[in-house]
Every structure is written in C-alpha cells, then in structure tokens.
T-cell receptor, first 115, second 109 residues
C-alpha cells in the first residue's frame, strides 16, 4: 500500500508559470488537505476537501486552486506562480471529518522554488 | 482562528526526559494532536487528546488541560532517533487543524 504519493518531488519554476502539484491516496480516505510549510511558520492550510466533489478554503488560499473529482486525487494548481509561493507543499488525508482521533496522514512533500 | 505557541528549540541528553509545552488560544476546540517530523520528511502522527488528562503511548505521553489551553508532550528515555521537530496542532470546531511552528529537539550523546 503506497499511502499518499505526491509529484513532483521538487520543482524549480519561473514566476508567472502555471503549475499543478499532484496528490493521490489509495486509502479511500474521505478528507484531503493541502498545506504549505515555511521555516518559522509551521504548516498552514491552503485548501481542503471533506469528501469527493467538495472543496473549501483554508488559511492561505490566495493564488491556489484545487479540485476533487474523485476520492483518490486532489491536485493543487498555482495559476501564475510568484516567488512568495516558494515552499514545501504537503498533501494529507484523513479517514473522515468529525470527532475522534481521525489523524491526518501526510505525503512526502513537494519542494517548490519559484524564481 | 487559533494561536498556538511552542518553544522553538530544545536540547537533551540521550536517556533523559524532555517535556515540550504547547499553549493555545482557540475559537473552537475539537482535539489536540502531536506530530513528529524528521528533517526532510513528512509529519507522522504521535498522539491525540480531546479530554483532560494524560495519554500514554510507550515512551511518549501527552497531556491536555482544556481550561488552561495547555498541552505537553513528554518524551522519555530519549534516543538519538528522537531528534526531530514536534508539531502541536489544534482541531477547531470545523474539524480543521491549525499547527504551531514546531519544536526542534536535538538529542546529544
């Protein structure tokens, strides 16, 4: 079982370019999340999806969009990259949204540098 | 929103005990999580508290006081492999996680 996979592992991107970060999970989890992690700021939620077909905005959604066409995939798109989007991006999933210890499982991350 | 504070760095000796404190101010509370993150890797789940008290899991324990907005993670019998960042995260009433900036623990021989 792979768990959560992300692609690419790392990328250097010119400012103004469009980029899609891919995330796939094989655990049949209902909820999926995108975070960015920056030094000194911790993980910040960009967008989330509680179930296939629905998405929501997190703490830092500007400049990013997501879609959730099926249970397994949750791509994150940067429409026009800017240097401030240089970060490590983590995708995560959890079995369900609700009470209880429904912890989140994280993918290996994508290191993105926007020049 | 959430305001989550934890120390930036801690250093301890192999075999010792370290306690990582986390304080939070929340507009809604639905549980507190601790994650471990080794350098260059993904965070992995360590513990979950939703009621006051201590949860023990092997060498790791986590404590919660909801009235004080306070939690700690206790690492006992430290090993070199415990050198990592430890992330405190609070789940809000919408079931979303907010993370602290993390505490980097360095274990020395």
């Amino acid at each position: 079982i792979a768990g959560i996979t992300q692609a690419p592992t790392s990328q250097i991107l010119a400012a103004g370019r469009r980029m899609t970060l891919r995330c796939t999970q094989d655990m049949r989890h209902n909820a999926m999340y995108w975070y960015r992690q920056d030094l000194g700021l911790g993980l910040r939620l960009i967008h989330y999806s509680n179930t296939a077909g629905t998405t929501g905005k997190g703490e830092v959604p500007d400049g990013y969009s997501v879609s959730r066409a099926n249970t397994d995939d949750f791509p994150l798109t940067l429409a026009s990259a800017v240097p401030s989007q240089t970060s490590v991006y983590f995708c995560a999933s959890s079995p369900y949204v609700g009470t209880g210890s429904s912890e989140q499982y994280f993918g290996p991350g994508t290191r993105l540098t926007v020049t | 929103g959430q305001n989550i504070d934890q120390p930036t760095e801690m250093t301890a000796t192999e075999g010792a005990i370290v306690q990582i404190n986390c304080t939070y101010q929340t507009s809604g509370f639905n549980g507190l999580f601790w994650y471990q993150q080794h350098a260059g890797e993904a965070p992995t789940f360590l513990s979950y508290n939703v009621l006051d008290g201590l949860e023990e899991k092997g060498r790791f324990s986590s404590f919660l006081s909801r009235s004080k907005g306070y939690s700690y993670l206790l690492l006992k019998e430290l090993q070199m492999k415990d050198s990592a960042s430890y992330l405190c995260a609070v789940r809000d009433s919408d079931y979303k996680l907010s993370f602290g900036a993390g505490t980097t623990v360095t274990v020395r021989a």
